[in-house]
Nanobody, 122 residues
Framework: QVQLVESGGGLVQPGGSLRLSCAAS????????MRWYRQAPGKQRELVAA???????NYADSVKGRFTISRDNAQNTVDLQMNSLKPEDTAVYYC????????????????WGQGTQVTVSS
C-alpha cells in the first residue's frame, strides 16, 4: 500500500503565498514523477506542475513564474510553492505520484492524494 498525505491548503488573499506539501509513504521501490493537479468546480482537472526523478520540471503556462515545484527524494515528498496567487488559482489541488512498488512490477502505478482546498479571495 502507498499513501499520499497532502497539507498546506487554505484561504489566502490575492497576491499572497501558500506552500503545499505531499508526502508519500508505504511500499515504494522508486518514484518516477511527482505532479500537482488542480480542479475547480465545473472545470476539468488540469496539470499544474511536474517534476521527474532527475529534477526536470514543467509547468502549466498559467502558473509559470509564480509556482515552483520541488522534491526531496530521501523523504519522498514534493512541494509546490505558490506565489502571487490569483482568484483563478482557486481549486482543489491533488498530488499525483507515478511509482513502482517493486523492481519486478510490470508497469508503474499512479497514486492520488485526497486533495487539499486552495481558496484565493479577498
Amino acid at each position: 500500500q502507498v499513501q499520499l498525505v497532502e497539507s498546506g491548503g487554505g484561504l489566502v488573499q490575492p497576491g499572497g503565498s501558500l506552500r503545499l506539501s505531499c508526502a508519500a509513504s508505504g511500499t515504494i521501490f522508486t518514484i518516477y514523477v511527482m505532479r500537482w493537479y488542480r480542479q475547480a468546480p465545473g472545470k476539468q482537472r488540469e496539470l499544474v506542475a511536474a517534476i521527474t526523478s532527475g529534477d526536470t520540471t514543467n509547468y502549466a503556462d498559467s502558473v509559470k513564474g509564480r509556482f515552483t515545484i520541488s522534491r526531496d527524494n530521501a523523504q519522498n515528498t514534493v512541494d509546490l510553492q505558490m506565489n502571487s496567487l490569483k482568484p483563478e488559482d482557486t481549486a482543489v489541488y491533488y498530488c499525483n505520484v507515478e511509482l513502482k512498488m517493486t523492481l519486478a512490477a510490470w508497469v508503474p502505478v499512479q497514486v492520488w492524494g485526497q486533495g487539499t482546498q486552495v481558496t484565493v479571495s479577498s
